[in-house]
Each structure stands twice: as structure tokens, then as C-alpha cells.
């Protein structure tokens, strides 16, 4: 299935959405100290009459070793909820509340954890809805790291990570222990490239490194080359190496659909990169349960950016139909 390019502009939504009635949901990083800015920009603009604000909890592993989390959410009424888990269980209860509440949904996934967006992202599939819509704020620039310049630390990331689990709702049906193609999408992470490269190193067959352009920035580009250099400089096949945008979630989709036709093996995927790049891999992955997403649960715990970029709404609602008339 290939997607088309269904990106709005913040203004043009903006007359779109005039007096349509919708549910606004976006996230808020779980500290109380600092606010990132561009997490804000879509409410701001917007002035939505109704919306619910979620928080990401992490509480570490439990006994087995499985990573415990979940989320607080609430409302315009100042009603709050908490939610033990991520589990299908939990999370099929809190988006059906959604959709009753709407029918059309409007999602600013600018600050949300990775674990909670697929897990939401498979739930919301399994329900109907008018629209469905994304949106992500770029940043303008992000914080330097102070404490050193080493290269793989330019920028601080402010990420602390759980270790690998897979996330719910995206479990892969493959197994594990065949060989696997490894596409990695690079980002400014060099230290979590590392342990993804120890994590899938038993059944790589090879490796496909993926460069997300245009950047942000046009500096960017550059410095996730330099960052992964001595990754890059290890892979045999240096011609092999693809390129996507940094920003467009279908054209990351039709990517590793046209991939797929490629693979011999199990595809595996880890996206080290931007959240545009994040969602166009699971709205891949929970298509293709086959095939794995290697992740290894990052979380932010504070502000990495500084001021805001541009706006970018991606209108995922024919996606969401489709999935669910497969399901």
C-alpha cells in the first residue's frame, strides 16, 4: 500500500478546522521545572475548546525485568485519570474515551514518548473516526552539549533510556534469532547506534543506513554524517546508503514498503532520528508484524530545544481507515 503526501500547513488547518468540532491532544514532558516551547505552539494557535493534555510516567522494571510506565492525562474541565500501563487494555479504554468524546481528533506528537505513540497509534486504528490528524513543531535549534565535544555528544539530547523492549502493540510475529536486514534512520545519537548495533548483532545480515534530508537545518545533514562516521565507515556496502526526508512520514512508509520488496530476510528497524521519521516506521511496522521495530525506549526528561521551527500536520485519517478495514 503506498501513501500519498497528505501535509497540511498550520494556517491552512487552521480554516479548515473552523467551526468543525474535534478533540485536541498533546504532551506535556514530565517536568515541572522547564517547558519546551514548541510543544505548545499547536494550542496556542489553535485555542481549541476542547483538549486533553497527557503525561508520560516512567517507573523504571519490575521484577522480571519488563519496563513499567504509563500516563496521566486531563482535560479542559481539569478532570485527571492515570493509567497504570501502555497495554492494550489501558490503552483501548482511554481511546475509546477519545472517541467518544469526538469523532475528529487532532494530535500534537511533538513531546510524546515513543513507547506511548505506538501503543496509541495501534489503538486508534482499531476505531472509526472522521479525522485524524498529526502535527509536529520543528525545533529551531537544539541545546549544545556543555560538557563535552566529543563527536556523537554535539547536542544534549536530554534522552535517559529503558534498555530494548518492544513496544506494545507492535510485537513482531517473526523470529527473532533468523537473519535480519538492519535499516537504521540516523540521527545525532552515536551512543544509542552503538548499543542497537551490540542489540541485533548475532542475526544481522546486513545493514542499510538511512540519511533523513533535507534537515532541519542545513547544518544538520552534516552533522549526522559526522556523528555516525565511524558507523558508516564499518558498513562494506557504502553505496548502499538511502535517503529520506527528515520530516514526511508517508515518504519514510513508501520507503520501507519498496524495501520490503527488496529483503530476503526478517526487515528490522531502528529509527534514530526525528519523530516525523518515528511515525512513518510504525505506521510501517503495524502493517508488517513480520518485521521488528528495534527500540530502545529513550525518554526526555527535559527541554533539548530551544524556540520553534515550522509547523508541519500530516493527515493520517486514510491510513487509520485502511488499517482498520484490514483488521
Known amino acids: 500500500m503506498e501513501l500519498f503526501n497528505r501535509i497540511i500547513s498550520l494556517p491552512d488547518t487552521i480554516e479548515l478546522l473552523e467551526n468543525k468540532e474535534y478533540l485536541f491532544v498533546y504532551f506535556e514532558l514530565d517536568c515541572d521545572e522547564e517547558k519546551e516551547t514548541r510543544g505548545y505552539v499547536c494550542r496556542e494557535r489553535l485555542n481549541p475548546s476542547k483538549w486533553i493534555k497527557i503525561k508520560y510516567k516512567e517507573q523504571g522494571r519490575d521484577n522480571e525485568g519488563y519496563i513499567l510506565d504509563g500516563f496521566i492525562v486531563e482535560d479542559e474541565c481539569g478532570n485527571k485519570e492515570e493509567y497504570s500501563s501502555l497495554r492494550k487494555k489501558d490503552m483501548d479504554c482511554f481511546v475509546t474515551k477519545i472517541n467518544e468524546r469526538s469523532k475528529g481528533v487532532f494530535v500534537d506528537f511533538t513531546l510524546i514518548n515513543i513507547r506511548f505513540l505506538g501503543a496509541f497509534l495501534c489503538s486508534i486504528c482499531k476505531k472509526e473516526w472522521k479525522y485524524i490528524l498529526f502535527s509536529y513543531t520543528e525545533p529551531q535549534r537544539y541545546i549544545l552539549n556543555s560538557d563535552n565535544m566529543k563527536p556523537g555528544r554535539k547536542f544534549d539530547m536530554k534522552n535517559k533510556t529503558l534498555g530494548f523492549e518492544e513496544i506494545p502493540g507492535l510485537e513482531t510475529m517473526g ?117 521488528m521495530l528495534l527500540w530502545d525506549s529513550p525518554f526526555q526528561v527535559q527541554p533539548n530545544t530551544e524556540n520553534s521551527g515550522e509547523t508541519l500536520i500530516y493527515d493520517i485519517t486514510d491510513y487509520v481507515k485502511q488499517k482498520g478495514e484490514i483488521k
Request: charge should be negative; aromatic fraction near 10%.
Open 175 to 291: 523470529d527473532t534469532l533468523e537473519k535480519s536486514n538492519w535499516i537504521v534512520f540516523l540521527g545525532f545519537e552515536e551512543e544509542r547506534l552503538k548499543r542497537m548495533e551490540e542489540e541485533i548483532s548475532i542475526s544481522k545480515d546486513y545493514t542499510i543506513p538511512v540519511v533523513c534530508i533535507p534537515s532541519m537545518h542545513v547544518k544538520w545533514h552534516n552533522y549526522a554524517i559526522d556523528v555516525n562516521l565511524s558507523f558508516l565507515e564499518k558498513i562494506p556496502q557504502r553505496d548502499n546508503i538511502s535517503y529520506v526526508s527528515s520530516v514526511n512520514p508517508f515518504d519514510v512508509y513508501n520507503y520501507l514498503e519498496q524495501e520490503k520488496q527488496k529483503c530476503k530476510h526478517q526487515m528490522v528497524i531502528s529509527p534514530v532520528s526525528t519523530k516525523p521519521v518515528i511515525l512513518g516506521t510504525i505506521m510501517y511496522i503495524l502493517g508488517h508484524n513480520e518485521d
